[in-house]
């Protein structure tokens, strides 16, 4: 008992309600998401994704103790050593790793799989974490910003070069961290400004979107103070305008030559779900039918009918928000969001108690990942986002997946354990 009472002593209590919740919700979700009437498996027959899951699940409370036994200096002395073993593995699944849906991104042992680029983020993110931990570092600093650019971005590519898009494109969520040890404020703004430029130019026609550069080119001229009104910022700001619209004569190209035929056809479900509906947009179409029969308070557990007929491939896995949208509806998938809304609050109200700024830097990566995988996943669920494949955090099936979650957000509550623990502290 002294042993276990040690083990747990200054845990975040709220922290790992939230988890325990999301876990078993999650492994509910997956069992209702594989069920047939026909076969009535039990969510203990272990041949089946929710007995899998339960497994899976298992071994993740292992992993939590482990995390726990280990002391916090561990993370921080081991951080780049972690992170350059992570970055052999993907190295390594490159060339021994199994091709699954057309990524080579998976290791094979029997019927179970695991996916290095899950831990890929929590490896970075340690990394991240030591490297903006040591004295001196600044990120308006050119030569910091290369080094932590080159720490996101060799893994991203390694993970983009086993084709796996989804996966690359959440070492995005980085930015949120940076931000508030901060990050110039011009250079996500920079990146928003390029995502919604990328958006305009695939459903604006090119002339019109020129015309709306000029149009917004000269407001902002025209708002500048009278006193700024030089001849140079009004040059530097037809500058940018042309750099727009040659960014947006360049997105054509990008989409046709550059990308991959099922990236490209995402692209073009986002924008109008009719173009393929028994196609490429077969997914999303079935995934909004299903959310949307739930109406408000859902069809009741197990009574989902586009569960029954699989009418919405990957249900278990990228599309397990389908599952609690249709059987729980409107009330139950607004319970889900409220605890993923919980669950990243807290983690941000913790980082910002931390002492130390490895485990501050750490805490935010973490709501950072956490949100984006939330956002993305919901939002192509719902027809509002490309449809990428990444999971739904302890919810979707697989053992990767919950491992890398799970182990994310114990190393942050093991860094956290040094402050004195109350359930609303």
Known sequence: MARNAELTRNIDTLTVLLYISCVLMGWLNVYAAVYSPEDQTSLFDFSSNAGKQLIWIGTAVLLIICVLVIDHKFYDTFAFV??????????????????????RSWFKFGSFTIQPAEFAKLA????????????????????????IGGIIGLP?????????????????????????????????????????????????????????????????????PRYNRTARSMIGIGLIG???????????????????????????????????PLGVGWNVTQAKIAIGSGRLDGKGFLEGTQTKF??????????IFC???????????????????GLISRIVVLAE???????????????????????????????????????????????????????LLFIFLKLDSRRTNSLFN
């Open 82 to 103: 972690f992170y350059l073993f992570m970055i052999a593995m993907l190295l390594l699944v490159m060339v021994a790793g199994t091709n699954i849906n057309g990524s």
């Open 124 to 147: 970075t993110s340690l990394a991240l974490a030591k490297y903006l931990d040591q004295p001196g570092i600044n990120l308006t600093k050119q030569k910091d910003l290369l080094w």
């Open 156 to 224: 991203a590519i390694l993970i983009i070069l086993s084709n796996e898009t989804g996966s690359t494109l959440v070492f995005a969520s980085f930015v949120i961290m940076l931000y508030r040890e901060g990050l110039p404020g011009w250079i996500p703004l920079l990146g928003i400004t390029l995502a919604v430029l990328l958006i305009l130019a695939l459903v604006v026609p090119p002339l019109y979107l020129f015309a709306g550069i000029a149009v917004l080119c000269v407001i902002v001229i025209l708002l500048l």
């Open 242 to 276: 042309v750099a727009m619209m040659i960014t947006a004569t360049g997105v054509d190209f990008f989409v046709n030559k550059v990308l991959q035929p099922h990236q490209r056809n995402r692209i073009k479900v986002l924008i109008d779900p009719n173009v393929d």
């Open 310 to 319: 699989d009418f919405v491939p990957e249900q278990s896995t990228d599309f």
């Open 323 to 341: 599952t609690i949208g249709e059987e729980h509806g409107f009330i139950g998938s607004l319970i889900v969001i409220i605890l993923f809304i």
């Open 353 to 407: 108690k931390q002492r130390s700024k490895f485990a501050r830097v750490y805490g935010y990566c973490v709501a950072g990942i956490m949100f984006f995988h939330i956002l993305v996943n919901i939002g192509m669920t719902i027809g509002l986002m490309p449809v990428i494949g990444i999971p739904l955090p302890y919810f979707s099936y697989g053992g990767s997946s919950l491992w890398s979650f799970t182990l």
